[in-house]
């Protein structure tokens, strides 16, 4: 099945400087890249998400990069603000085919600290 | 905004009783999800269901694990008897295919 590694387990910025988390994933199968936000005592949020017919997407102040030739993939946060501090996941799945279609497999998660 | 909502926020039950955790997906979405979240396993996927057939729950331990889909507005997953190791964060997700939309989670602990 699908592994993904995440790297750091933590990241501790400044305000204003740039974040990125990096994931590898196993399954070259895998073709849908969607990260996840997490605050205390909320479920994870969605914040972007990337298919692999795309290398990058950009939403603001957040972009996501796709190396599917290397299978990794990367979330890159710019002008971090202390509200940006929170648990983030990245997550791979296939979009079609067999049972596993459409179950997501995390990485281990990235405590992301943004200090004033 | 549409919601996931799960009920209850926060169970405290003694080992050995059962406990029920439910889940409102969003209104459309065909996929259901039920995740675990610990700080040793991180989020793991016991079960989901799609247009409400179980389709995969080999993250369940069986013998004391069960989900379930009475109808396309209620999930439910059933621990009896639960044990200590339990003890963790039940998410609920749902979405068409993907992305898929989390809940706010049922905490769980067992004593």
């Known amino acids: 099945g699908e592994n993904v590694e995440q790297h750091p387990s933590t990241l501790s910025v400044q305000e204003g400087d740039s974040a990125v988390i990096k994931c590898t994933y196993s399954?070259?199968?895998?073709?849908?890249f969607p990260w996840y936000k997490q605050e205390l005592g909320k479920g994870p949020q969605l914040i972007i998400d990337i298919r692999s017919n795309v290398g990058e997407k950009k939403d603001q102040r957040i972009a996501v990069t796709l190396n599917k030739t290397a299978k990794h993939f990367s979330l890159h946060i710019t002008e971090t603000q202390p509200e940006d501090s929170a648990v983030y996941f990245c997550?791979?799945?296939?979009?079609?085919?067999?049972?596993?279609?459409?179950?997501?497999?995390f990485g281990q998660g990235t405590i992301l600290t943004v200090h004033p | 905004d549409a919601r996931v909502t799960q009920t209850p926020r926060h169970k405290v039950t003694e080992m050995g009783q059962e406990v029920t955790m439910r889940c409102q997906p969003i209104?459309?979405?065909?996929?259901v999800f039920w995740y675990r979240q610990t700080m040793m396993q991180g989020l793991e996927l016991l079960a989901y269901f799609r247009n409400r057939a179980p389709l995969d729950d080999s993250g369940m331990p069986k013998d004391r694990f069960s989900a379930e889909m009475p109808d396309a507005t209620l999930a439910t997953l059933k621990i009896q008897p639960s044990e200590p190791r339990d003890s963790a964060v039940y998410f609920c997700?749902?979405?068409?295919?993907?992305?898929?939309?989390f809940g706010d989670g049922t905490r769980l602990s067992i004593l």
């Open positions: 997700a749902s979405g068409n295919y993907q992305p898929q939309h």
């Open positions: 209104l459309g979405h065909n996929t």
């Open positions: 997550a791979a799945s296939r979009t079609a085919g067999g049972t596993s279609y459409g179950k997501l497999t």
């Open positions: 399954d070259s199968a895998s073709n849908y």
